[in-house]
């Protein structure tokens, strides 16, 4: 047999039938296995270099780079039905010669119509049941060592090509944007490896999974159709090589001028230098920013004046013309605030904006630190604005949506669904400013669309919907665009089963998990991983604060801790809050689970409810399951009448509530309170000396109680400003790993 044919079988062998779909379809795979069935594939001509098969009246000719560069006389372009047919029969063949003594020199047999093998049972084989079953296990031990080393062989191939055969491939601007590109995601969450029989690599934005049967740069098989697919598939090897360990090799710098080709819309123009004049203005407001940083905190965050309103504004100004996205956001919403503590606002709080001050500080040093590697990682400057990528076709649960409106004027309705696959929430929100009259969000639920195919969102609340030709950006939100055709599903009881849903019973490890998934202050907000499916042992009655315009129900887990689930009052919400309070107190003995957003709050976090799931009524034909609070009716019969059955109302008294709040050691909340309590009231020239004295005693007490991280301070040589900040920092990161963020940081 040839080498060229030693090659094509050991990639085939590695195809299983969602690496041929993500090479073509799932209609054109199921044609092409009928086809394997009654046509002949015969081969025309095999040579050192290809190999030729004839399926029908078409020929198919294969190179070694396998099924994704082969060639067929038919008219389609792309992969056709032709070569998925002679694809699968040079399968079958290669798994047949792999058991089978090897042919004659230069023959390549190639399977046609498959007959079934002839079989007889155990006993006129003389096979024991003991024998057989052995036999399997050993068959199965050899199968997992032959994958084993399989993969071993695709991992020392891929990280064996090197920097110069990638720049070849893509050139040396798709290079840059591929090195940019794996230099912006997250290498814990945003890229994922796997596989059996194959490798497969994974970006969760653009939501892509990348097959290597071998075969080379070409035989990457992304699952989804993408633009300029070479500079994909250097990035996708540059991550696998990071993954590793691997050191990746800096691209040259570019010689164009970035005025020439500058698009704000394009997040990782990295073939293109930033500049000598956006370097420049970069670097002046990192000085300008840090400065005034400094300068509000020892003034003291209750003594700020109009003229340092008007300069945090100017900032926000200057960071969206540097491209700092993030920061232009950041030192807005600081405006913003110290605007309202000159109103006397009851929504000012020093507290918080000592918070927000302190994540613009670390923002800005992180990205001095970048700017002295050469880099400007878009996860630190932000997006001018958010990207929605192909994501082919997604299987989804809805759950329900609300109306909302915003600070700014917009109105809005946001559908949420679960992702059984990514095991991930998901939303899409439609959206208008309030200017147009005509828009109702609470109207919008009924009405038709977003997608094509779907009757109205409140279709989905309950049901499995797939869609296709759906975009996702990277915070998870689905695009409400033209161009997505929807399809609701029947009801199906597996879908909806309480053990195929990641249920939460511990609120200790519901905040545990929000801070874990946050990981990082620096880290880019993403709300969706702050959703859960919270199951209480136990509903208290619901009760509404007059004074605060809010809604809370107490929900207890199974250790007898509290977590509030609250609702502010509007117009949209009204109408689950009236839902909520009907609801009667008692243990939970439907395994009733609320859908709700875990937020910051100052002591403890609390739930956002948005609906409940009725897990025994969930995929029964006729039953939705999912009761949406913000608009379905209590109804006489139905989830609302079941819930009131199976709550007992509580007769034994209860103890008193514990609600659930991540455990502070007393040092560290001493010094938190030091630093709040300082930063209101500043620190004047004269009182440098003094502040730094008391730092250093309280700081002493937290490093006896294990707080080490904050001896790496220098007090001595930081500006009183600067050092508060920093030293807020590294608590609020203590914070973070204990399960208790800072109050602005959620």
């Known amino acids: 047999m040839s080498a060229l044919a030693d090659t094509l079988y050991a990639q085939l062998a590695r195809f299983d039938d969602e690496a041929f779909v993500a090479l073509a379809n799932r209609g054109l795979l199921r044609r092409a296995q009928k086809?394997?069935?009654r046509l002949a594939v015969t081969v025309v001509e095999q040579g050192a270099a290809a190999i030729t098969l004839a399926v029908g009246a078409e020929q198919v000719r294969f190179d070694a780079g396998g099924p994704a560069k082969a060639h067929c006389t038919c008219s389609s372009g792309g992969v056709c039905q032709h070569i998925l047919t002679a694809a699968l029969s040079l399968q079958r063949t290669a798994l047949q010669h792999a058991a089978a003594p090897a042919p004659a020199e230069g023959a390549l047999p190639v399977a046609g119509a498959a007959e079934p093998a002839a079989t007889l049972p155990d006993a006129q084989n003389g096979v024991t049941a003991a024998a057989a079953a052995a036999s399997a296990d050993a068959d199965d031990a050899a199968s997992d060592a032959r994958s084993a080393a399989a993969l071993a062989t695709l991992r020392a191939g891929l990280l064996a090509i090197s920097a110069a055969e990638l720049v070849r491939y893509a050139g040396k601007a798709g290079y840059r944007w591929a090195w940019q590109f794996v230099h912006d995601q997250d290498a814990e969450q945003s890229v994922r490896i796997g596989g059996h029989n194959?490798?497969?690599?994974?970006?969760?934005?653009?939501?892509?999974?990348?097959?290597?049967?071998?075969?080379?740069?070409?035989?990457?098989?992304?699952?989804?159709?993408?633009?300029?697919?070479e500079k994909y598939r250097v990035a996708a090897v540059l991550a696998f090589q990071r993954a590793y360990g691997q050191e990746i090799t800096p691209p040259e710098p570019g010689t164009k001028a970035r005025s020439e080709a500058l698009d704000l819309g394009m997040e990782h123009r990295a073939d293109l230098p930033a500049g000598a004049a956006l370097a420049d203005t970069r670097t002046r407001f990192r000085a300008a920013a840090q400065q005034l940083l400094a300068e509000a905190v020892e003034l003291g965050l209750a003594h700020l004046s109009r003229g340092m309103h008007e300069r945090f504004a100017t900032l926000a100004v200057w960071a969206q013309g540097a491209e700092y996205h993030r920061l232009a956001l950041l030192m807005r919403r600081?405006?913003?605030?110290?605007?309202?503590?000159l109103e006397r606002a009851g929504a000012a709080d020093e507290h918080r904006l000592l918070d927000e001050m302190t994540l613009a500080k670390a923002l800005l040093a992180a990205l001095d630190s970048a700017d002295a590697k050469g880099l400007a990682p878009v996860a630190l400057t932000g997006r001018a604005r958010t990207r929605y990528e192909q994501s082919g076709a997604l299987e989804l649960l809805g759950l329900g949506a609300s109306a909302w409106r915003s600070a700014s004027g917009y109105l809005g309705l946001t559908m949420l669904f679960w992702c059984p696959a990514e095991q991930s929430f998901m939303s899409c929100t439609d959206a208008r400013p309030e200017t147009l009259a005509d828009f109702d969000p609470l109207a919008r639920y009924k009405a038709y669309g977003p997608w094509t195919g779907l009757g109205a969102p409140q279709l989905a609340t309950g049901r499995r919907v797939q869609l296709t030709g759906a975009k996702l950006n990277a915070a998870g939100r689905l695009s409400a665009a033209a161009g997505t055709s929807a399809n609701v599903l029947a009801a199906g009881e597996q879908d909806w089963q309480a053990d195929k849903l990641p249920l939460c019973r511990s609120w200790a490890a519901a905040a545990r998990g929000r801070s874990q998934a946050r990981r990082s202050l620096l880290a880019e907000p993403r709300p969706l991983q702050e959703w859960s499916f919270l199951q209480p042992a136990r509903f208290e009655a619901a009760r509404f604060d007059a004074a605060g315009q809010t809604l809370r129900w107490p929900l207890v887990d199974?250790?007898?801790?509290?977590?509030y689930a609250e609702l502010a009052y509007s117009d949209y919400s009204r109408h689950a809050i009236e839902r909520i309070e009907a609801l009667p107190a008692g243990d939970n003995t439907r395994g009733l689970i609320v859908v709700a957003q875990l937020a910051a709050a100052r002591e403890a976090p609390v739930a956002q409810p948005l609906s409940l799931i009725d897990s025994q009524a969930a995929g029964r034909p006729g039953g939705r399951g999912v009761d949406a609070l913000f608009f379905d009716p209590a109804p006489e019969t139905g989830l609302a009448s079941n819930i009131a059955q199976h709550l007992r109302a509580l007769v034994a008294p209860r103890p008193a509530p514990t609600q659930v709040a991540a455990a502070q050691p007393r040092a560290l909340a001493e010094a938190r309170r030091q630093l709040q309590a300082r930063a209101e009231r500043g620190v004047a020239p004269g009182q440098a000396a003094a502040w730094r004295d008391a730092a250093a005693c309280w700081i002493r007490d937290a490093q006896d109680a294990g707080f080490t991280a904050l001896a790496v301070l220098d007090l001595a040589n930081t500006r009183p400003g600067s050092a508060l900040l920093q030293l807020n920092y590294v608590l609020l990161n203590y914070q973070l790993l204990a399960g208790a963020e800072g109050d602005a940081l959620g």
């Open 558 to 563: 199974t250790e007898g801790q509290y977590l």
């Open 334 to 341: 600081i405006a913003d605030h110290v605007e309202l503590l």
């Open 35 to 37: 086809d394997l069935e």
């Open 198 to 229: 194959h490798l497969v690599i994974g970006f969760a934005a653009p939501r892509v999974n990348w097959r290597y049967m071998g075969g080379g740069l070409d035989a990457l098989i992304a699952d989804v159709k993408l633009p300029q697919l």
